[in-house]
């Protein structure tokens, strides 16, 4: 569901061609031919590949060669992993057109190695063998017949120096990818791997596929399903927003700071918890005040390797854990403490049917008349081995604090982060949506979290005090704006969209404010001859809520009238009317 940022610049057409391309093929034989049901990561990564960029969705890594090493030596490793890991030897037949339910493992094939030779690698080896590995990721996989790593071997007068490879994300994941390498150089080093503990795909499916697998897939499909109903359906609900799930290029920003991986050892040491919990609540606490919102919603894209049975399969588990975290408390001591919990919580429920939850989302935005768009990213790779992260991951330790901005790229959400490390200095990427964020403002936001970790490290920091302590300004609304079912919402806006939706009926939507309960909407259409019912009505409304402007929310109540009073700006004008109908247009009763 989330792009995947490759860091760093791509750097090939700065360096002198190769001296030979030539390409090797290299058959594996080995272990059972199998089929069966992908498992929930595979399906997930799967809707992703048919839908997103290939640069974005797969995913790449390199890895060094050590001196000495033939290249006989490199494709016998290669071929070994093949044999050991069924997820390599893994493809997803189909019909074309269809969306692939099943995955099938061959007991032998090939697989092929391009070998670029050079009479000497470019001035930043590390770097080149990255733009090379990044460079191959263009160009999506054929799941049904294509072998699900693309293999570059970079050697200098025939000596193998470095192997960049480009990996399907349906097959691995960066926690594969790690074990991968870490066998790799075992092989090389000529050690004996040991026996796997971990299941492979096929078995982990049938894991899924149990009654305990399907009871905890319902119980995330409840978890989501309660925030999709509760939650705000924006977090960036303003008048210069765009609809989540409307795709902006935002460009890279990218943080290096020595100060903010201080402030946060020092705010984890002083409240007691792991930093990766201080700097959630760090996150959410600004992006809360940002959007100017009571919580915060955002996908955490979650490994799902907490049991001994997952933890070394070499297969895609990664989907995404949806944190909803209540910001209405006093400090942020007391943020840090109820960030433990959500996230764990958010955890736990990150394992699901993939279709089973879009069928839901849906359902659900449809009932509620609302849009679900994953509004904001956290992606905390920080853990991952930092060869994993590219060479410009791990360039310029000695930042002590500096903002560079990189390569626009399509965004499909409002904000997305990615932390790549905590120590010696926080590195985090970020893409700010230009609609939300002025570059100056994505700036702010960054510079605003050292300062909030600062603070937090010296003591215990009101939530009131955080635009004092951050400089960052949450987001201004018109006085038209106002809460409606958890959800800032613009009530000309609804009325504009909703009037589009009924082809330009007059329209009135009315603000009830009951005593003790949060507004709701009722939307007064004047027919004339048309025939429209409720049902209709909202239906057409959400039809057009994904690509409507921020603050859109459908009404609770549909009233239909015959024509529009004298008096169209007046509510009681309306109210006086003879109605033809009324109704909530859904099935379900909101």
């Excluded at 990564?45 to 001196?67: A, F, Q």
């Excluded at 049904?144 to 293999?151: A, K, L, S, W, Y």
């Excluded at 955080?466 to 038209?480: H, N």
Aim: proline share 8%.
């Amino acid at each position: 569901m989330t792009p995947t940022p490759a860091v760093g610049k791509d750097t090939m057409h700065q360096n002198p061609p190769p001296l030979t391309t030539t390409t090797v093929t290299v058959a594996y034989a080995g272990g059972d031919e199998r089929r069966g049901p992908v498992t929930m990561g595979q399906a997930n990564m799967i809707r992703c590949i048919l839908r997103d960029d290939p640069t974005h969705i797969n995913i790449h890594d390199v890895w060094p060669v050590p001196e000495g090493t033939t290249s006989a030596a490199v494709t016998d490793a290669l071929r070994a992993l093949a044999v050991r890991h069924e997820g390599l030897r893994t493809t997803f037949p189909h019909p074309p057109g269809a969306t692939p339910v099943d995955q099938v493992v061959a007991s032998e094939g090939t697989f092929t190695v391009t070998v670029l030779d050079h009479a000497e690698l470019p001035g930043d080896p590390a770097e080149y063998a990255e733009s090379v590995a990044r460079a191959a990721r263009a160009g999506r996989f054929a799941l049904d017949r294509e072998f699900p790593v693309r293999i570059t071997l970079l050697t200098v007068t025939g000596q193998p120096a470095y192997v960049a490879l480009a990996f399907s994300h349906a097959v691995a994941d960066g926690s594969a990818m790690a074990i991968l390498r870490e066998e790799f150089a075992e092989l090389l080093a000529g050690k004996e791997l040991p026996g796997l503990t971990s299941l492979p795909p096929v078995d982990l499916a049938a894991v899924e596929a149990s009654p305990a697998g399907l009871r905890k897939s319902e119980a995330s499909l409840r978890y989501w399903e309660r925030i999709l109903r509760t939650g705000p359906q924006e977090m960036f609900a303003e008048p210069r927003g765009r609809r989540p799930g409307t795709d902006e290029e935002a460009r890279q920003l990218t943080l290096r700071s020595r100060r903010g991986a201080r402030a946060l050892a020092g705010a984890a040491r002083r409240t007691g918890h792991p930093e990766a919990t201080v700097l959630m609540a760090a996150w959410c606490a600004l992006v809360a005040h940002r959007a100017g919102q009571d919580s915060c919603v955002t996908a955490v894209p979650s490994a799902n390797r907490f049991h001994a049975r997952v933890a070394r399969s070499v297969t895609t588990t990664s989907q995404d854990a949806l944190l909803h975290l209540d910001v209405r408390v006093e400090t942020f001591d007391a943020l840090v403490a109820r960030t433990w919990g959500a996230v764990l919580n958010a955890y736990r429920h990150s394992q699901f049917d993939s279709v089973r939850l879009w069928e839901m989302i849906d359902r659900v935005t449809a009932e509620r008349g609302s849009h679900f768009g994953r509004d904001v990213v956290f992606n905390d790779v920080s853990a991952l081995p930092a060869p994993l992260l590219g060479t410009d991951a791990q360039e310029r330790d000695d930042a002590e604090q500096e903002l560079t901005w990189g390569p626009p790229q399509a965004l499909p959400t409002r904000l997305l982060a990615f932390t790549y490390r905590t120590a010696p200095q926080l590195h985090i990427s970020l893409w700010a949506a230009p609609s939300v964020f002025t570059p100056e403002e994505a700036e702010g936001f960054l510079s605003g979290l050292v300062l909030l970790l600062e603070a937090a490290a010296a003591g215990d920091v009101p939530m009131e005090a955080l635009a004092e302590v951050t400089g960052v300004r949450p987001a201004e609304r018109g006085p038209d704006w106002l809460r409606v079912d958890g959800c800032w919402v613009s009530p000309d806006a609804v009325r504009e969209t909703l009037g589009r939706a009924v082809g330009g009926l007059p329209v009135r939507v009315q603000v009830t404010e009951a005593s003790g309960a949060e507004p709701y909407l009722t939307a007064y259409i004047a027919l004339g001859d048309t025939s429209l019912t409720p049902t209709e009505a909202h239906r057409a409304l959400t039809a057009l809520i994904p690509a409507a402007g921020s603050g859109v929310l459908a009404p609770h109540r549909y009233v239909l009238v015959e024509n529009p009073p004298a008096e169209p700006d007046r509510s009681d004008a309306w109210r006086r009317l003879n109605t033809i109908d009324e109704g909530t247009g859904r099935s379900r009763q909101v």
